[in-house]
């Protein structure tokens, strides 16, 4: 008997489907953008819905290889599998509750900027990089299941289907961008949900119900969900499934970035939360459908397995193999399973490629380029990152054609590499002792250690016992009367027990080993304090696992960091938020004033002439900050605001900051002589990472001290427009000096730093001293009032003469005894000083010896 290939009408649906992902890039790409930018491209400018976002999420990562692996799975092992239904459940819930609103509060484009927030770029990269080869292998295997699956139903050359694929997907996804992307994975749900359903249907009719299918299959020992056992080397039980599968899932759904993306594309929080209760329930009818299937495979394969009688060369062949033997009967139904296999590669591709091209965006090529990148020269740049890693795919699909079950293949490796990065998340947020050292160590030591497992299990494979059920092939035509168990055990070596470990364990173990070394590295190297790190980068144990035991008991949890400020804040901001969003819709009713602002200010939020805004002194607070920042977001060309001393407290800062990140008209912002803390200037430390045409900053006579100094020379690292920072009387002291003097090494563009009453002694002009001998832009430096003695001043002079570029300096230091060699200074001012007759000798032949001096 000839076997059955598929009809025109098949080849029409797939033709279809393709074409149809085409046209929705088209029209995103050609006719929906009036410009490319970066948010555009790669957030859909953050104003996407919450079902279509649901139905992306769940069907980024629910691709063909669950579409194919899963049955593949419950055929060989049994429905144990199928407790993964509650374990996404599970890690959605958590990840809606605890870690999403947490990159919400961020505002991260790439998952991991918080790496550098919290420790360093270093851990960033590490991330990164682990995560980019990760993608694009786990691409790599997507693309392949389908045009295997192709290639065993129709004889179509496996790579030219790889090919057509991949052209299709990299097209959509590189120019219609992450709007095209969402709204193909729409389509593409709507294709797998159909392409089961109909499997389903057909098989039960074949079978001739649930009775025979369930009968069947629990003879052959394929119904079970009681596998309690302890060991870690069986493949799948009850803790496995429940506790390693959670940290899987958790692993996709909490910190990988084509999921973190899509929660920064919808409008709220709030819409996100929904977007992944949504998800999980879609993503468990999935599971539970496509488990089904695997049991229906059984059923009707019992006397005859298509594998052992070699009649398919892979067990992920045996659903396309069944699909043609029964479902070709009707036409059109092979064509939908096509689709359905087709629709679950595309989406996985599509937003692999997107987030690979955000996170090359944000990690590397911004770190690497020295100046100012406009918004629509990073949204070509995604869009030509796009193209190359669709032809990266492409290619490294032919080093994943030798790997072996596609399911057990793309989930080990997954563990393997996604477990450190989210070991180093939970390092980072709690663990508020843990360092960039014992970030950085934990990870690379997590990695070799997942690595080696990894490896060994592959190399040992053959050495290990199968865990598969028994098969029979006693009615196939070719062989009479056999039935392959499963091989019996046998005395192993110690090491095949540890390298035989399952793969659900893979992520776990990942994520201890980080927490580990990660805190053992920590103490060894000077943990953090509590007041180092910011409770915005954290969460609290005791809170979020014990909230309903004594405080005490939570508060232990804390590990000495006070929440109860920002707690206090975050409780704020969500009531303002409210209270903005109620005052604005009952505008759109009342009047053309949407918010009534402060008193003494202006009520012409959207005049489009002003320039100049001066409300120094009229102490509008924090609530007038927050309507403030309401009109400026809608203003385009004030350039100059003056917001000294108006009572301006942290929430305040935060406000404001989060307009400074996006608006490119102001240049000067005046925020001296406020109430604002080291909570406030992480804020707008945040808001000057991303920020690319404020040139001056006040924030004098604030109480920033040496935390907020912290988190200001981390935004100063990567700050490309800043060019003068006031930060006079800020209480920063030594330390805080020491972190503004790593700033400058870093940092391009900063020329007048303004530093004086800040009490940073000795050590602290040490710190300024060793990153001035080689900075090359710093031109204005005030060390005013900062009771710097014998010791810093020497280490000063020193500096002086190696710095080619410093003209100015302001000191008051009595005994700064300049080296002749200066030929850059041309301007000294030794005010509130007791100057002896040595120290003038020295300032006068300084003075002739200068010849650029002009004011000494």
């Not at 074409?19 to 957030?43: N, Y």
């Not at 505002?107 to 991991?112: E, G, K, L, R, V």
């Not at 069944?322 to 359905?340: K, T």
Request: aromatic share 10%; with cysteine; net charge neutral.
């Amino acid at each position: 008997m000839a076997h059955p290939t598929l009809s025109a009408v098949d080849y029409v649906l797939l033709v279809i489907l393709l074409l149809s992902s085409a046209v929705i890039g088209a029209i995103f790409g050609f006719f929906k953008s009036k410009k490319s930018s970066a948010k555009e491209f790669l957030l859909a400018d953050g104003g996407m819905g919450v079902v279509p976002t649901a139905l992306s999420i769940m069907v980024s990562f629910l691709s063909a290889i669950t579409l194919l692996g899963t049955p593949s799975e419950i055929y060989m092992f049994g429905t144990m599998y199928c407790y993964q239904a509650i374990s996404w459940t599970i890690a959605s819930t958590v990840t809606a509750l605890v870690f999403m609103p947490k990159f919400r509060e961020m505002n991260c484009t790439s998952a991991y900027e918080y790496l550098e927030k919290r420790f360093d770029r270093s851990v960033r990269m590490c991330a990164s990089f682990t995560f980019s080869f990760f993608m694009l292998i786990y691409m790599a295997i997507v693309l392949y299941a389908p045009a295997l699956a192709l290639s065993q139903t129709t004889g179509l050359n496996i790579w030219l289907s790889v090919v057509s694929i991949g052209v299709i997907c990299t097209f959509y996804s590189s120019v219609g961008g992450m709007k095209a992307v969402i709204w193909t994975d729409v389509l593409q749900a709507v294709v797998i949900l159909v392409g089961l359903l109909a499997t389903i249907i057909k098989g039960l009719i074949v079978m001739g119900g649930f009775g025979p299918v369930f009968s069947i299959a629990s003879k052959g020992g394929r119904i079970q969900f009681d596998s309690v056992s302890f060991d870690p080397r069986v493949r799948h039980t009850v803790w496995s499934l429940l506790i390693g599968g959670t940290f899987n899932s958790l692993a996709t759904y909490g910190f990988n970035q084509t999921q973190v993306q899509r929660y920064m594309c919808v409008r709220s929080t709030r819409a996100a939360k929904q977007a992944l209760f949504i998800n999980a329930i879609g993503a468990a009818i999935v599971i539970l459908l496509s488990g089904f299937i695997g049991v229906i495979l059984y059923a009707y394969y019992a006397d005859c397995d298509p594998y052992t009688a070699k009649y398919v060369t892979d067990i992920d062949q045996v659903f396309p193999y069944f699909v043609m033997e029964r479902l070709s009967e009707n036409p059109g139904l092979p064509g939908i399973f096509l689709a359905c296999i087709f629709s679950g590669s595309l989406s996985t591709i599509s937003s692999g490629l997107n987030a690979l091209a955000a996170v090359i965006i944000e990690d590397v090529y911004k770190g690497l380029m020295r100046k100012k990148i406009s918004d629509e020269r990073q949204g070509l740049v995604s869009k030509l990152f796009s193209i190359v890693l669709g032809v990266v795919v492409v290619l490294l699909t032919y080093v994943v054609s030798f790997l072996g079950s596609v399911l057990n293949a793309a989930l080990s490796l997954f563990g393997v590499l996604s477990g450190p990065i989210m070991g180093v998340f939970f390092l980072g947020f709690f663990f508020p002792q843990a360092n960039r050292h014992g970030g950085r160590i934990g990870f690379l030591a997590s990695l070799c250690l997942q690595l080696w497992i990894f490896l060994g299990a592959q190399i040992t494979k053959k050495q290990m016992k199968s865990e598969s059920l028994p098969f029979s092939i006693s009615n196939c035509s070719s062989y009479i009367n056999q039935t392959i168990t499963a091989p019996t055990s046998f005395k192993r070596d110690p090491l095949l027990d540890f390298y035989s470990i399952s793969y659900m364990w893979y992520t776990p173990i990942a994520v201890g080993a980080v927490i580990i070394v990660g805190l053992i590295v920590s103490y060894l190297t000077h943990p953090l304090k509590p007041n180092e790190v910011d409770p915005k980068y954290l969460i609290s144990i005791g809170d979020v696992c014990c909230c309903c035991l004594p405080q005490p008991i939570r508060k232990w949890f804390r590990f000495g960091v006070d929440y109860d400020d920002y707690y206090e804040d975050k409780e704020n901001n969500d009531r303002n938020d409210i209270e903005m969003k109620s005052r604005e819709k009952k505008s759109n009713t009342s009047g053309p004033n949407r918010i009534s602002p402060a008193p003494s200010m202006p009520h012409n939020y959207d005049n489009q002439t002003l320039t100049t805004l001066d409300l120094h002194r009229d102490n509008i607070g924090d609530a007038g900050a927050q309507y403030l920042a309401v009109g400026l977001r809608q203003n385009k060309t004030l350039t100059t605001l003056n917001l000294y001393n108006n009572s301006i407290g942290d929430v305040g800062a935060q406000h404001l900051a989060d307009v400074i990140q996006d608006n490119t008209a102001l240049t000067s912002i005046d925020l001296g002589c406020n109430k604002i803390g080291h909570v406030g200037a992480k804020h707008l430390a945040d808001g000057l990472r991303r920020n690319t045409t404020l040139t001056i900053l006040g924030l004098g006579k604030n109480q920033i001290k040496e935390v907020g100094a912290k988190y200001l020379a981390d935004g100063l690292r990567h700050n490309l427009a800043l060019s003068t920072l006031y930060l006079f009387e800020s209480e920063i002291g030594e330390i805080g000096a020491q972190h503004l003097g790593d700033a400058l090494r870093h940092n391009i563009v900063l020329t007048e730093l303004y530093l004086p009453g800040n009490e940073i002694g000795d050590v602290g002009a040490q710190h300024l001293a060793n990153e001035l001998r080689n900075n090359t832009t710093l031109v204005t430096l005030d060390l005013a009032n900062n009771r710097i003695g014998d010791v810093g001043a020497q280490h000063l002079t020193d500096a002086l003469q190696y710095n080619t570029v410093i003209t100015i300096l302001y000191s008051s230091i009595s005994n700064l005894y300049f080296h002749f060699s200066i030929q850059t200074l041309t301007w000294l001012e030794l005010y509130n000083n007791q100057i002896g007759d040595d120290a003038m000798n020295i300032i006068h032949e300084l003075v002739e010896r200068n010849e650029r001096g002009r004011e000494l």
